[in-house]
T-cell receptor, first 114, second 115 residues
Framework: ELKVEQNPLFLSMQEGKNYTIYCNYSTTSDRLYWYRQDPGKSLESLFVLLSNGAVKQEGRLMASLDTKARLSTLHITAAVHDLSATYFCAVDKGSGAGSYQLTFGKGTKLSVIP | DTGVSQDPRHKITKRGQNVTFRCDPISEHNRLYWYRQTLGQGPEFLTYFQNEAQLEKSRLLSDRFSAERPKGSFSTLEIQRTEQGDSAMYLC?????????????FGPGTRLTVL
């Protein structure tokens, strides 16, 4: 059974600081997704990582994937309050074309403090 | 592009009642997924459809749960004889199987409270 672990689960950081969220998964997969969820809201897609060594960046967020280590990271640069949210990584169980069954981590609740 | 919509957004019911939720996917998307999310957890996969075919349903939580997508467009998720443990957010997502990228786009969810 595929297991996805995120750490930390809670992160309080000051504005302007850098930090990394880690996502480890237990079985081979080459599809990993990062989502953001604001309180009471649904999930917003951030990144899709489809191959070993993939790196994607959007604004202050950068995600990478190491399929050999079964590890993805979400790096936050110079955090701002607007980044406060819960961040989920999700790993695709399926193979072949298209995503199928995503297994999510428990999420990392990020609070950026002025 | 109006996004994935779900109805109702909130549902309060008494234990033992049946409930049905509706999901309308993004119009050109051919895959539709249902997830359940409980407080403090990530979404948990339940089932998915490709067009009108339900290709995976082994993760539905019990035989009280069923889903349909009769014409390959909207879908319904029904829970029969609800229990307090069914209280959760039920999320629908859709995607377009096209090439190598296939992001699932989530709807706003239906929050179920079973009293």
């Amino acid at each position: 059974e595929l297991k996805v672990e995120q750490n930390p689960l809670f992160l309080s950081m000051q504005e302007g600081k850098n930090y990394t969220i880690y996502c480890n998964y237990s079985t081979t997969s080459d599809r990993l997704y990062w989502y953001r969820q604001d309180p009471g809201k649904s999930l917003e897609s951030l990144f899709v990582l489809l191959s070993n060594g993939a790196v994607k960046q959007e604004g202050r967020l950068m995600a990478s994937l190491d399929t050999k280590a079964r590890l993805s990271t979400l790096h936050i640069t110079a955090a701002v309050h607007d980044l406060s949210a819960t961040y989920f990584c999700a790993v695709d169980k399926g193979s072949g074309a298209g995503s199928y069954q995503l297994t999510f981590g428990k999420g990392t609740k990020l609070s950026v403090i002025p | 592009d109006t996004g994935v919509s779900q109805d109702p957004r909130h549902k309060i019911t008494k234990r033992g009642q049946n409930v049905t939720f509706r999901c309308d996917p993004i119009s050109e998307h051919n895959r539709l997924y249902w997830y359940r999310q409980t407080l403090g957890q990530g979404p948990e996969f339940l089932t998915y459809f490709q067009n009108e075919a339900q290709l995976e349903k082994s993760r539905l939580l019990s035989d009280r749960f069923s889903a349909e997508r009769p014409k390959g467009s909207f879908s319904t998720l029904e829970i029969q004889r609800t229990e307090q443990g069914d209280s959760a957010m039920y999320l629908c997502a859709s995607s377009l199987v096209s090439g190598s990228t296939d992001t699932q786009y989530f709807g706003p969810g239906t929050r179920l409270t079973v009293l």
